[in-house]
């Protein structure tokens, strides 16, 4: 059964303060790895899509890698617009179905 | 482009009730998805379709039907709200498999 563990559960930073959130996974056949930010109150927003170990996006102050058991969001100087919850999903072969973890909230400070 | 749209955005229902919940995209994507999002339970696949009058069920289809007769619309029906069916409803749409979907901004159900 395909899986997605995200630590930490929530993370608060100072204005400034790198850090990474983590995204485990176990999949039969990766098909696609996704991460989107999530606002209170809103719907996810697409960041980033994954599809093979080594692979690395990045989008202003974030950065996302994979490898074959995890993926990483590393936020670079981060300001507090970026506090959201993100949320990282997985996709297997032959199936439409995402299977999502249950998000890093994150909190900037200024 | 509006990208995809749902209404209402809050629903009060009463247990027993029955409504509809709309969903529209406007971005020709094959591919359309119903997701519940509950605390401590991350969001969850209810139905999805990979085409109009092409539907199948997800991880969590019981108490739920949905219908896709045309591209653009993927309605979804609870014929008999109960209260475990309180949550954020979220659609989805996307071209075809392993891209990205595109969420709605979502619609609050509470059922009493």
């Known amino acids: 059964e395909d899986q997605v563990t995200q630590s930490p559960e929530a993370l608060r930073l100072q204005e400034g303060e790198s850090s990474s959130l983590n995204c485990s996974y176990t999949v039969s056949g990766l098909r696609g790895l996704f991460w989107y930010r999530q606002d209170p109150g809103k719907g996810p927003e697409f960041l980033f899509t994954?599809?093979?170990a080594g692979e690395e996006k990045e989008k202003e102050r974030l950065k996302a890698t994979l490898t074959k058991k995890e993926s990483f969001l590393h936020i670079t100087a981060p300001k507090p617009e970026d506090s959201a919850t993100y949320l990282c999903?997985?996709?297997?072969?032959?199936?439409?179905?995402?299977?999502f973890g249950q998000g890093t909230r994150l909190t900037i400070n200024p | 482009n509006a990208g995809v749209t749902q209404t209402p955005k809050f629903q009060v229902l009463k247990t027993g009730q029955s409504m509809t919940l709309q969903c529209a995209q406007d971005?020709?994507?094959?591919?359309m998805s119903w997701y519940r999002q509950d605390p401590g339970m991350g969001l969850r696949l209810i139905h999805y379709?990979?085409?109009?009058?092409?539907?199948d069920q997800g991880e969590v289809p019981n108490g739920y039907n949905v219908s896709r007769s045309t591209t653009e619309d993927f309605p979804l029906r609870l014929l008999s709200a109960a209260p475990s069916q309180t949550s954020v409803y979220f659609c989805a749409s996307n071209l075809g498999q392993g891209t990205s979907p595109f969420f709605g901004p979502g619609t609050r159900l509470t059922v009493t």
């Open positions: 999903a997985v996709q297997g072969p032959g199936a439409q179905k995402l299977v």
């Open positions: 379709s990979v085409g109009a009058g092409i539907t």
């Open positions: 994954l599809y093979s």
């Open positions: 971005m020709n994507h094959e591919y």
